[in-house]
């Protein structure tokens, strides 16, 4: 009792729970029906039906569907109360959402918020009608029906009320709660309720959900789509929007889809072979409840029904002409979601508002990073989607055309950088400098995020840069001037460029100038032609399943000096008049080490840096050099530290 009522706020979602395991009942025998119509032998009638008995107290649900084995009974109702109950508890203590419910099966089991005792019987075609009874605890019974085959086909569920749950037994509440949560079956749903004759009061039949299934229907009011979206999804919110439509054309098929407004707890568990919970009908059958090519992998997040008259009802994937079909709906129902996404993005709020769309974004923001580098097809609507945060910003989300809005005049390029953290990019040498420059950058924290920039390249016919990389150059307003200067700066540094070569060795793949710095004298960035980076190495090395003895990344390493600084005039002049002095060769690969660690490197040689480090903070602290390591003496007769010769 503890454990179903932590689950359930509200008692009358069995009445749901029910009617919905008893649509899943008919569902798989009217499937079974397509190849082998003797399945429903005499009984053709596929519906489900409510009754209750006040004297008994009890309340009844019976659908015509496959029924259960005595075997389906032990395995389906007699071990989740263990297994499933089991797993749950555990996801939830794991950090689970709540809205888990009915992944392990207990759906079954919120019967017991309003029951004493659950007594079902089924009848399935290849078995003995069986009998199943439990009191909302770890041990139930099983047994054939004394009473012989009573049902002919289903199962027929029937609930003895605890004495708070009496009031399921009044037709008007039953009515309610039906309708409430079971409108949208596409079996009828009968109730069994008081009919005025002319010879007075008699008990008959009601027909409760009269309705279409709601994706048939045209003039659909939003309660009726999000009650329908709570009954697909047993979500307990309301979705963030829906794509209600009709396509026509080469491909005919009517399709209802919904955006959650929240993520699922397991969102990216085996991304690889994730699927859509897309419901797939062929002319009103359900084929399946997971069909994997209905839409992309990337939007495995969007729920929904797609009934289709075009397709057979023995749909095969490995059928080429079926393939064809199912690719005709997957690029329709994807651009219908894309257009959805674009239009929900691009709603105004209001400052104290807030926007759905970026809410939305901060959720499921990976998925559309994921489609970029998915779907080139749709790469352009895609972009529209993306948000991001940059040094201008104000630490709030931005699009790409906020960013090109916002270019400088001459600025021919969207520049991004991606690391660690915010903090530490804004802290980089080229972003500072591009910064006081008037540029924005945009910061990348994601790990996917960078994968993603790579594979959109460009947006708008600006080409997206990456600035950690050595293959771009900061606008000039003089371009010819600005060649002549770095021309003669090459040749009045080539000593110290190939002096610095020599002394880093295979550190970095080459040395050059660099007008990318202010106050740093060096930097080291990433060889455009690689499409690697200080931050995808570090990505790729904290990777679980990395081969340890393989080098992780072959970033070749450009080292970036500032002409204008004090440190390479400096070593200009050593290079020049007294290549071998040692002051001046460590003096080059400690800058060398703290421009690695700077850009985000990892060092080669960590020890010989820090030993050099160490050695430096000697000489500013006035220590001899050659003053060796000694235990200080102590008096160990006294208390007194001031005894003590340090």
């Known amino acids: 009792d ?55 107290k009890t309340l009844s649900v019976t659908d015509t569907g496959v029924g259960m084995t005595k075997e389906d009974l032990i395995k389906n109702l007699g071990t989740v109360a263990k297994s499933g109950t089991t797993q749950f508890v555990e996801a939830l203590a794991s950090g689970g959402d709540i809205n888990l419910i009915g992944q392990f099966g207990v759906g079954f089991y919120s019967n017991f918020l309003v029951a004493e005792e659950i007594i079902v019987t089924s009848k399935h075609n290849q078995d003995d009608q069986h009998v199943w009874v439990s009191r909302a605890s770890n041990t139930f019974k099983v047994f054939k029906d004394p009473r012989g085959n009573t049902l002919g086909r289903g199962t027929r569920v029937t609930i003895k009320l605890k004495q708070d749950s009496l009031d399921f037994l009044n037709e008007d ?46 003039n659909v009011e939003e309660e009726d789509y999000n009650n329908f979206y709570k009954t697909l999804t047993r979500d307990t919110r309301d979705p963030l929007s829906y794509i209600h439509f009709t396509a026509e054309g080469d491909v005919e098929f009517k399709a209802l889809m919904y955006i959650p ?14 699927t859509a919970p897309i419901k797939l009908y062929v002319r009103r059958v359900l084929i399946t409840e997971e069909f994997h090519d209905l839409i992309p992998r990337y939007l495995s997040f969007v729920r929904g029904v797609v009934d289709s008259d075009d397709l057979p009802l023995n749909v095969a994937r490995e059928n080429i002409q079926h393939q064809k079909i199912i690719k005709l709906i997957n690029k329709k129902l994807t651009r219908k979601i894309l257009q959805e996404l674009v239009e929900l993005s691009e709603i105004e709020y209001e400052e104290d508002e807030v926007n759905e769309y970026l809410e939305f974004y901060k959720k499921f923001g990976k998925h559309i990073k994921l489609g970029v580098m ?6 352009s609507k895609l972009s529209k989607l993306l948000r991001y945060y940059t040094t201008h910003s104000n630490n709030e989300l931005i699009s790409l055309d906020d960013y090109v809005d916002r270019m400088k005049e001459n600025q021919e390029d969207i ?25 924005e950058v945009i910061l990348l924290t994601d790990p996917i995020d960078e994968y993603s920039m790579n594979s959109l390249n460009e947006y708008e016919k600006h080409h997206i840069q990456n600035i950690s990389n050595d293959d771009w150059e900061l606008p000039e307003e003089d371009e010819d001037l600005a060649r ?17 070569k020599g002394l880093a060795g295979g550190k970095v793949f080459k040395v050059t100038l660099s007008r990318k710095l202010y106050e740093e004298p060096s930097i080291v960035t990433s060889s455009g032609d690689d499409g690697q980076s200080a931050n995808l190495e570090r ?104 005894k003590y010769d340090l």
């Not at 090459?490 to 610095?500: D, I, S, V």
């Open 261 to 274: 407004s929240e993520a699922p707890g397991d969102m990216f568990r085996n991304y690889n072979s994730k």
């Open 2 to 56: 503890i454990f179903i009522n932590s689950l359930y706020t509200h008692k009358d979602i069995f009445l749901r729970e029910t009617i919905s395991n008893g649509s899943d009942a008919l569902d798989k025998v009217r499937y079974m029906a397509i190849t082998d119509d003797s399945v429903l032998k005499d009984n053709k009638n596929l519906e489900l039906r409510v009754e209750f008995n006040t004297e008994e």
């Open 374 to 379: 998915e779907d080139a097809s749709n790469k």
């Open 173 to 218: 509440t039953l009515r309610k709660v039906v309708k409430k949560y079971s409108e949208f079956v596409q079996y009828p749903i009968y109730l069994k309720a008081k009919k005025e004759s002319e010879s007075g009061e008699m008990w008959d039949w009601e027909l409760i959900n009269e309705n279409k299934p709601i994706w048939l229907r045209e």
């Open 539 to 642: 990505i790729q090395r904290s990777q679980t399943f990395g081969r340890r003895n393989e080098g992780v990344s072959h970033v070749r390493k450009i080292w970036e000096l500032n002409p204008a600084h004090p440190l390479i005039k400096r070593l200009d002049r050593y290079a020049k008049n007294d290549p071998n002095n040692m002051e001046g060769r460590e003096l080059a690969a400690s800058m060398l080490d703290v421009a690695l660690l700077q850009s985000g490197f990892m060092l080669p040689d960590s020890v010989t840096f820090y030993r050099v480090v160490q050695r430096l903070i000697q000489e500013d602290m006035g220590i001899d050099l050659e003053e060796g390591v000694k235990e200080p003496y102590v008096d160990v007769s006294s208390e007194d530290s001031s």
């Open 415 to 439: 520049y991004y950088i991606a690391g660690e953290n915010q903090e530490k990019l804004l802290k980089s040498p080229i972003v500072q400098k591009l910064v006081k420059l008037g540029y």
């Open 484 to 500: 002549r200067k770095e021309k003669a700066l090459n040749e009045h540094y080539k000593t110290l460029l190939e002096w610095l």
